[in-house]
């Protein structure tokens, strides 16, 4: 009996904290296939990296999420409204960053602000509370008396994100939102991303692979409409080919001698033998099933009397992942936007 009410408890805790929750979600445009039976959740704290190739159907699912698009099958629901049957409910919990941020270029920030804050439904004080709060942490100060037409691309980028967060969201769903920004308002958003996931779910879009590393606890990968991969970033960069790999330098004419030492080693799956500077050689010794070589291999080499000049393990890169899982053969695929 105290199983199942432990059981029955877990289970409604885990209700409680998912934020957003599509299942077998879809989305058609004639015959054309922009998002396919796409299953995922997205609890609070998490801040969900959502990966793709330009087509793959991020920004249909997004703005099917934010209750912009109507799905053509599946459900998505956040904090427990569907988006269909309780829209108005869906859009008062949730921060919507849309691709592109449009905005009323005649407008300065402060306007376009307090427009927004009107139609959240804030007024007098709470309205001015809440625009100082949220001009503060996008850092938008200094512009907002400047029509937004005139603002560069990174400025218009932080209006868009301050709209979004301006009636504090249980859930913010974010397109691109480094879009256009330089270096070091990259590193400021993304801390603010970071700051605000505490009691938050986040989605992230993005094509900047380091973002997903740098802020996301989470990530998925589609491609075609399809949900093809779902971890935390380092079990993402855990599938990468060379991942954990051994890279040794020794003299050029200790590179066979090497190579063989490396293949007779148990814990070895493959060598191979990289160009590298004249004068020497470099082996890429990959291991089975993650095993530890760096120790081994540098008693091996030591065993074979090989003079090692440098020996180091590579970490994947999520690139790699990206490319590997989205340039997969599409000749059976439908045509996908």
């Known amino acids: 009996m105290h199983r199942n009410y432990d059981e029955i408890k877990g289970k ?22 922009a998002v396919d039976d796409v299953t ?38 956040v904090c427990g409204h569907d988006v269909v049957d309780a829209p108005v409910a869906v859009k008062q919990k949730i921060g919507y960053l849309p691709e592109g941020a449009p905005t009323y270029g005649d407008m300065t920030p402060r306007r376009f602000l307090s427009f927004i804050a009107q139609i959240r439904g804030f007024d ?22 400047q029509p937004i037409d005139t603002l560069s691309k990174g400025f218009k980028r932080r209006v868009g994100l301050a709209q979004a967060m301006l009636h504090d969201p249980e859930v913010l769903v974010l397109d691109e939102p480094t879009d256009g920004l330089d270096p070091n308002q990259k590193h400021h958003v993304r801390q603010l991303i970071t700051e605000m996931a505490k009691d938050k779910a986040i989605i992230v879009s993005t094509h900047i692979l380091e973002e997903v590393e740098a802020v996301c606890s989470r ?38 001698t090497a190579a063989a030492a490396a293949e007779a080693m148990d814990d070895v799956s493959n060598v191979e033998i990289l160009d590298a500077p004249a004068g020497g050689a470099r082996l890429r010794v990959r291991p089975k099933n993650g095993a530890a070589l760096v120790v081994p291999l540098g008693d091996a080499m030591k065993s074979a009397d090989i003079g090692v000049q440098e020996i180091y393990v590579e970490r994947g890169a999520l690139d790699d992942v990206f490319r590997e899982i989205t340039t997969g053969d599409q000749s059976t695929e439908t045509a996908h936007a």
């Open 124 to 145: 007098g004080g709470e309205r001015e509370r809440r625009i100082d709060e949220v001009v503060e942490k996008v850092i938008l100060a200094e512009v907002m008396n």
């Open 12 to 33: 409604l805790g885990q209700f409680m904290s998912e934020m957003i929750a599509l299942k077998n979600l879809g989305k058609r445009f004639g015959d054309l296939v």
């Open 219 to 256: 990530a998925v990968i589609i491609a075609r409409g399809k949900l093809l991969a779902d971890g935390s970033p380092e079990d993402l960069i855990a599938r990468a080919p060379n991942h954990n790999a051994v890279v040794v330098a020794v003299a050029s004419e200790s590179a066979r």
């Open 40 to 77: 995922l959740s997205v609890a609070r704290g998490e801040v969900l990296g959502f990966l793709g190739p330009n087509g793959a159907g991020k920004s249909t699912t997004m703005k099917m999420i934010a209750g912009f698009l109507e799905p053509t099958g599946g459900t998505a629901t």
